[in-house]
C-alpha cells in the first residue's frame, strides 16, 4: 500500500486545483420568476491533488461531494470559481473551458460510478462500452482500439479477455462491470479519476478487490483519484488525503493517518465517533451531536455547523464561516474553536 | 385479561426459548429453476435477546426475515422445517391466525419502511391505525393518543410530531416512527432488516444506539439483520453468519469475531475495513458468491474457500459444537486461525 | 456465475492483445444480434397469445402474396370485354351462368321457362329431375365454385367484381398502410419523445404543447375534413396517419422512457467519453427506448387500419381497393340491410379488419412482455 503522502500538495505541483468553487441550484416554484432562493450545494470551497495522489472526499448524503465531483467532470458547470488541471505543464481551468480544449480535458480527466447496474448502457457490449471514448475522439484504428480494450479487460481482471469483450451487462456481476467501468475510465490513459462511490453498491467481499485494483491501477497508470465516499473506513483503505465535507463547505482536510488520530473540526468528531466498529469489545467514545443534516438553502453566513455544534460560541454565530487555520502537516481545519 | 398500557415486551422469563427455528428449507419457484434462499437453518432466539444474521446481499436473510412472518411472496416453498414462537407453530397457521400474530407478537421494520407511509396520513394516526387493528382492547381516542406520545418518546421523536405527515419527516425521523410503529402493540419479537442501511452514519448511530437502550430497558427479543459486520458487532450479543442460503457460524458475537471457526467468517472479517486499529491490508474474498439455483456441491463455500479439500466438494458440512454455545459448518474449523479482536 | 475473479497478477509480457481479436467486428455484431434475437424469440414464443397473433398476421402475408400469384396464374385467362374479371377494381363477370341440376319441377326458374316454351312453341324440352340447365345470376352473386365460365369462390359484389380477389387484394393494401403509418408514426414519436426529453426546455415545451395540441385534436374527423378537400391516397393516408399519431400520444409515452434514459449514469458516461448531442440520442438513448417504439409500432398499424377502414366506409378516400371499400361498395348499393342473405360483401372484409387488427395488437401485447421484464411472468 502506498504511504501517506504528507505535505505531497506542497512539494509538487498540484495536478488539479480547485479555488473558490461554488455551485447554487436555483430553486423557484415559479416559471415565469426569476428564482430567489438557491440551494447551496457547494459554497466557496478549496483544495489540491498531487499528481498520483488520492484525496477523499467523505461526509453525509447531500453534502455536496457528488456535485463537487461533477464539476470536475464538467457534468455540471461551476456557478463560480476555478478549476485548474495541470495538462504536461499546461493549465486549463475546466471551470471556463473552451470548446477547443473540450476534447483535450476528456482525454485526461475520466470518472467511476456509483451504480453498476446503472452506469452501463444495457445495449452495448463490453467491447463498445470500454472504447466508447476511444470511438468518439477517433483514437487509433478499429483492431488497435480492439487490441487495447482487450488489454484493459486483462489488466482489470476480466480474463480472458476474449470471453468479455461482445458480453452484454445483463451477463456480468455487479463485480465484474465496476471492473468495466474502470477498464473504460482508464482506457484513454486519464491522468485524473473522479471516482463517485464505486464500491458502496458492492458486497463486502467484493468490495475489497475493487478497491485493491483501483489502487494497483492508480500506480500503474499513474492517475490521482478524487475518491467521494460516505464510508470513512474505505477512504482510509483508499486514500492519502481526507477531506470532510458538511453541507457544501469544507471543514476539515488532512492526511488520512493524521486525521482519524488527531480530528480537530467538531463534524469531524462526531462523524468518527458515529462509525461503528467491527470489533464487539471495543467501546468507542461518543460525540453527541444534535439533530440531522439538514438543507443548504439559502444558509446564513456563519458556520454551517453551527445549529448542531456543541462548541458554538458567540464568535461562531457573529462571524462568516471560518476559513482554513493551517496546522501543519497539511493539516488544515475551518473552524474558530479549536 | 386487562392490558396495561405500558410499553413493553410481552415475551416471557428472560433466558428461555421464544422463537425457535428448526431445520428450515424455503425455496423460491422461477422458470430457470428452484432458488434455494434458506436451506436447512436452525436457530433460536431467548427472551430478551438481541441477535444478528450476517451475510451478503442475497444469501437468504431477507428471505428467513419474510418465512417468520410469513410474508412470502407467491412462488415461494416451505419445504420443510418449522418455525415455532412460544412453542406454537407458525409455519400451520392459515393466513387469519397469521394476520392476527403479525405487529402483534411479531412485528418488523425493514430497510425501506421509512418510506413506505402512506403520504396522505398523519405519521401519528398511521400508528393510531395498527393499534385499532391490532391491540387486543378497544381504547379510548385519549388513551391512543398517549401510547403514542409514549412510543414517540421512547424513540427519540418529540410527541408533538405525531400530527405531522411523513414528508416532513427527514428520513431518520421516519425511521424512528417505524420502529414506534413496531413497539405500538408491544409484540413479542421485532425483526430489523437492514434497519439503518439507508442512513447516514450519524443517524445509523443515533437510531441503533436507541434501539439497544429499548430492547434493554424493555427486555425485548430483536433479531437484527445486516449485511454489515460492524452493525452487528455494536447491537447483538449472538450472532449468525449466513453463506449462500446456509446458516455456517453460530455464536455469541465476541466469539466469532474474536474467534470465528468458519473460513468465510474469518475471510468476512479480515476484509473489513475499520477506521480504528493500524492501517491493514485487507485479504480480498476471491470470486462471487453462487448462484442458488445451481448450488456448489458439498460445502457451498468451497470454491472460494482456501481451506477446501476434496471431502468439502463432496460432502456438506453438518453444523457442529465447537464450543459453548458455538457451532460451525465447516470440515476444517480447526484450522481457521485466531483473530482476536480487529484492533490488534 | 462463477467467474474467475483473480486479480490481474499475469503479467502483459505473456499476454498479446492480437490473438484476443481475430473475429472482425461485423461478424461478432452478427452473431450477438443473432443471439438476442434467439432469446427474445423463446421470451416471446413463451407467450401464446403472441404466437396466435403473428399466426394471423402470416395468414394475412400469404394472402397478400397470393393475390398477384393467382392473376399471374389462374386468374390469368378470364377475360371479359378485353377485362380480366378477377381484376380488382375494373373486372366485372356481368351475368354468370350457372349450371344446375333439377331437384323438382316446381322451380320457379324451370316453371317460367316451361311457360316461354309453350309461348315460343318451340321444341324446348321441359326439363325434368335431374336435367342439367342453364339459369343467369344477377350480380352480387353467390360463392359459386364450378360449373361456370369464372368461378367466384366468395361471390360477386354488386358490380360483379370477385370478392375473393378483393379480399385478397385488401391484405396487402392493409400491410402498406400499416407500414407507412406504423413506420412514420413511430419514426415521428420516437424522434420527437427523445428529442424533448434530451434538450427539455424550450424544445421540451413547444413538442408537448404542439403534442397537446395533436391530442386535443380527433384523428378521425380531422381526416375526414382532409379527405374532402384534397385527393387523399393510400400512400398519403398512411403518412397522414403517422404523423397525426406521431406527434401525439405516442410520443409523450416515448418521451418518458427518454427521460429515464436520460438520467441514467451511462448516459454521463457518455458524455464523459466526449460524445455529442448526436450520438447520445442516436446510440445511447434511442436503443434503449425502441423496444418501446417496436410495441407501438404494432398498435399504430391496429388503428391505421381501423381509421382506413372508417374513412373507406364514408367513400372519402380516393384508394384502388380495399377493405373498407368493399363495405363501403355493399354499403352504397343498398345491400347494408340484407346482411344475411347477402353475406359475402360484407362479413369476409369485415372479419379481416378486424383479424387483421387483432393480429397486431396480439402481437403488440406479447411484445409488451418481452420489452418490460416487469409483466414476465416467472
Ligand atoms: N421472489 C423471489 N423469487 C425468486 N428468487 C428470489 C425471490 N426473492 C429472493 N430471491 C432469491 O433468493 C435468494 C436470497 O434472497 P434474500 O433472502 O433477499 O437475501 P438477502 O436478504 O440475504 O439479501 C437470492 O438469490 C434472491 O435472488
Ligand atoms: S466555527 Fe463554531 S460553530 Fe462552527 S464548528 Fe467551529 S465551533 Fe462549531
Ligand atoms: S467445509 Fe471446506 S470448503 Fe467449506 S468452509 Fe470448511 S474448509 Fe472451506
Ligand atoms: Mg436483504
Known sequence: ?338 | MAQTLEIESRGGKAGTPLLEVQNLVMHYGTKEGDVSAVEDVTFTLNNGEAIGLVGESGCGKTSIALTLLRLLPDNSVVKSGDVRLDGESLIGLDEEQMRRRRWRDISMVFQGAMNSWNPVYRIGDQIREALRLHWPETLTYQEETERIAALFELVGLNPATMERYPHEFSGGMRQRAVIAMALSCNPKVIIADEPTTALDVIVQDQILRELKKIQKELGMSIIYISHDIAVIAEVTERMGVMYAGKLVELGSTIEVFHRPKHPYSYLLLKSTPSITGPRRKLAPLEGEPPNLIEPPSGCRFHPRCPFATQQCIDEDPPLTTVGEGHSVACWHWQEVPEIGGLQK | MADTLTPPTGELENFDPQRVVEEPLWRVRLRLGWRSFRRNWALFNDNKMGVVGLAIIALFGLMALAHPILMATIWSNHLEGGKNVYDIRAGADSIIVTKTIVEEVTDPLTEISQIEAMFLGTGVNIPEIGDTIESPLANPAPPVFSGVKHPHILGTDPFGGDVFSQLLFGARAAFLLGAIAAISSVALATLVGTISAYFGGVIDTLLMRLADLVILIPLLPLLIVVSGFWNVELTMLGILIGILSGLGGTAIILKSQALSVKVKPFIDAARIAGGGHWRIITRHIIPNVLPLSFLYMMFAVTGAIFTEAALSFLGLLNIQQSWGIMINIAHTQGYTLEGFDVWWLMFPAGLAITLFSAGFFLVGRAMDEVVNPRLRKR
Open chain 1, 1 to 338: 500500500m502506498t504511504e501517506p503522502m504528507t505535505d505531497i500538495a506542497a512539494k509538487t505541483t498540484p495536478l488539479v486545483k480547485v479555488e473558490n468553487l461554488r455551485k447554487l441550484y436555483p430553486v423557484s416554484k415559479n416559471i415565469f420568476r426569476e428564482a430567489h432562493d438557491f440551494v447551496h450545494a457547494v459554497d466557496d470551497i478549496n483544495f489540491e491533488i498531487a499528481p498520483g495522489e488520492s484525496l477523499g472526499l467523505v461526509g453525509e448524503s447531500g453534502c455536496g461531494k457528488s456535485t463537487t465531483g461533477r464539476m470536475l467532470t464538467k457534468l455540471t458547470d461551476a456557478t463560480s470559481g476555478q478549476i485548474l488541471l495541470d495538462d504536461k505543464g499546461e493549465l486549463i481551468d475546466i471551470a471556463h473551458i473552451q470548446r477547443s480544449d473540450m476534447r483535450r480535458f476528456r482525454r485526461r480527466v475520466q470518472m467511476i460510478f456509483q451504480d453498476p447496474f446503472e452506469s452501463l448502457n444495457p445495449r452495448r457490449t463490453v467491447y463498445d462500452t470500454v472504447a466508447e471514448s476511444l470511438t468518439v475522439q477517433r483514437i487509433g484504428r478499429v483492431q488497435e482500439r480492439e487490441e487495447r480494450v482487450a488489454e484493459l479487460l486483462h489488466r482489470v481482471g476480466l480474463t480472458p479477455p476474449e470471453s468479455f469483450l461482445f458480453r452484454y451487462p445483463h451477463e456480468l456481476s455487479g463485480g465484474q462491470r465496476q471492473r468495466v467501468a474502470i477498464a473504460r475510465a482508464l482506457v484513454i490513459d486519464p491522468t485524473f479519476v473522479v471516482a463517485d462511490e464505486p464500491t458502496s453498491m458492492l458486497d463486502v467481499s467484493i468490495r475489497i478487490s475493487i478497491m485493491d485494483l483501483m489502487l494497483k491501477l492508480a500506480d500503474e497508470f499513474n492517475v490521482s483519484y478524487l475518491y467521494i465516499t460516505h464510508d470513512l473506513a474505505v477512504a482510509r483503505y483508499m486514500c492519502d488525503r481526507i477531506a470532510v465535507m458538511y453541507l457544501g463547505k469544507i471543514v476539515e482536510i488532512a492526511p488520512t493517518e493524521e486525521l482519524l488520530a488527531n480530528p480537530r473540526h467538531p463534524y469531524t468528531r462526531a462523524l468518527l465517533s458515529a462509525v461503528p466498529v467491527p470489533d464487539p469489545a471495543y467501546k468507542r467514545e461518543r460525540v453527541d451531536i444534535k439533530g440531522g443534516i439538514s438543507k443548504a438553502l439559502n444558509p446564513p453566513p456563519v458556520c454551517r455547523f453551527i445549529e448542531r455544534c456543541p462548541r458554538a460560541t458567540d464568535q461562531c454565530r457573529t462571524s462568516d464561516h471560518p476559513g482554513f487555520d493551517d496546522l501543519g502537516n497539511g493539516h488544515l481545519v475551518a473552524c474558530y474553536n479549536l
